[in-house]
């Protein structure tokens, strides 16, 4: 019963990083299109922002957000696909 509670315990830590780190994103996407319209303005701090934490920062929080939508399709496939040769035998 620990184990499962456990495995439930750090499934739900990574659950909650992954989210946060979806909201993370999409912040940035925000900030993004708000530094793009204050630049056709003529205020360039924002994107100057965005440029110097763009690889250090936002490019990995793409990279684990994409990863994470693909283990998860992975990972929902293949249980799908454990199921289905379950119910044929």
Avoid: H, Y
């Amino acid at each position: 019963m620990t184990k499962e509670n456990n495995q439930n315990n750090l499934k739900q830590i990574i659950d909650n990083l992954l989210l946060m780190n979806l909201f993370t994103v999409i912040f940035f996407a925000i900030f993004f299109f708000f530094a793009i319209i204050m630049q056709l303005n003529g205020i360039f701090i924002f994107i100057n922002f965005i440029q110097i934490v763009w690889n250090p920062l936002i490019v990995p929080l793409i990279t684990i957000l994409i990863i994470g939508a693909l283990v998860n399709g992975i990972n929902s496939w293949w249980r799908r696909k454990l199921l289905s040769q379950e119910e044929d035998i």
